[in-house]
């Protein structure tokens, strides 16, 4: 589902960039969105636990809700849609449903899912910080799909990390279960990027250890 040419893979991957101000006349439909996140949620995740879920705030009075919470970046107000992509701590309540997936579909045996399920659990339960290492880690790898997504059908993004989490807890009434990890501006921009410097991968790979 697409409303634009989808570009080559690799010109999305160079093109993608933050996109500080949109087209506040453009809108998303409903259907652009989810697909955007459809293909958000396909992202790889720690035993396919799948542990994010997206928060859409595409009407402009929750818009304008957001903007105090977003420290008054005008990109929440003026994009097509918002979304908060939130990660959840308790994943691992989901384990059994899922993997009982697999064994219907014949692509696992109940033993490797009990043993599976087993695992999950103890690693929620017996370490404090495995439920916030991969709801963040899994959470952030949806987002980065969602943005490369929306690129490809010629929209724009703007990943933030700016913005107060305990305000759009209570703004939005997020269950505790969930975990703010970034807010990301789509839309159509109204001015390009602007342009930025990478460092090269002699600057950032270092092979074989240090």
């Not at 396919?48 to 705030?57: A, D, E």
Request: hydrophobic content about 45%; glycine content about 4%; some cysteine.
């Amino acid at each position: 589902m697409t409303s634009a040419v989808q570009a080559d893979f690799f010109t999305v991957m160079r093109e993608r960039h933050a996109v500080k101000h949109f087209d506040p006349a453009h809108k998303l439909s409903k259907s652009e969105i989810t697909f955007l996140l459809e293909m958000a949620g396909s992202a790889p995740s720690a035993w396919n636990l799948q542990p994010w879920r997206f928060l859409v705030i595409a009407d402009q009075r929750l818009q304008e809700k957001l903007l105090p919470v977003a420290y008054g970046q005008r990109q929440v107000v003026e994009a097509s849609a918002v979304i908060a992509v939130l990660g959840d701590l308790e994943a691992h309540r989901d384990a059994d449903m899922i993997l009982s997936r697999d064994v219907a579909a014949g692509l696992m045996p109940e033993e490797i899912k009990a043993n599976l399920c087993g695992q999950i659990e103890a690693a929620y339960l017996n370490n404090p910080q495995v439920p916030r290492d991969e709801a963040i880690r899994n959470a952030s790898l949806a987002a980065m799909q969602l943005m490369l997504t929306a690129k490809a059908i010629g929209y724009d993004t703007c990943p933030m990390g700016g913005y107060d989490p305990a305000a759009l807890i209570e703004a939005f009434d997020i269950p505790s279960r969930y975990i703010p990890v970034m807010l990301v501006a789509v839309g159509k921009a109204a001015q390009p990027a602007r342009p930025s410097t990478r460092l090269s991968a002699e600057q950032t790979v270092v092979w074989n250890g240090f």
